[in-house]
């Protein structure tokens, strides 16, 4: 059974980076179909996509963070990890990473999937 841990800070001021690694034990990042996402969740919204990193390293973004967002991977550590940039009040959410098999969830439903617990982030000054 896989699992995941999100871990980074919770608080992050306005125009700096924010910067999260999801820790992953009980399956490698490099298993065959495997996407590992980060998906947020603004307070009182819906869930949302941020991007992918795919098995062999390849990374997809939503089109709308795409000019902010990084995804990379330590194969070494088993672990990925998301850097935002210039964060605004928007940005506060809570931040979930994810494991799929065969698709990238550009509609997230937690009922599909594992995912970690998430971790919530605030950008305030």
């Known amino acids: 059974q896989v699992q995941l841990q999100e871990s980074g800070p919770g608080l992050v001021k306005p125009s700096q980076t924010l910067s999260l690694t999801c820790t992953i034990s009980?399956?490698?990042?490099?298993?065959?179909?495997?996407?590992w996402s980060w998906i947020r969740q603004p307070p009182g919204k819906g869930l949302e996509w941020i991007g992918s990193i795919t098995y062999f390293g390849s990374t997809y973004y939503s089109p709308s963070l795409k000019s902010r967002t990084s995804i990379s991977r330590d194969t070494s550590k088993n672990q990925f990890t998301l850097q935002l940039t210039s964060v605004a009040p928007e940005d506060t959410a809570v931040y979930y990473c994810?494991?799929?098999?065969?698709?990238?969830?550009?509609?997230?439903?937690?009922?599909?999937?594992?995912w970690g617990q998430g971790t919530q982030v605030t950008v305030s000054s």
């Open positions: 994810a494991r799929h098999r065969g698709v990238i969830p550009s509609l997230p439903d937690k009922t599909l999937g594992d």
């Open positions: 009980g399956g490698a990042i490099t298993t065959t179909s495997t996407y």
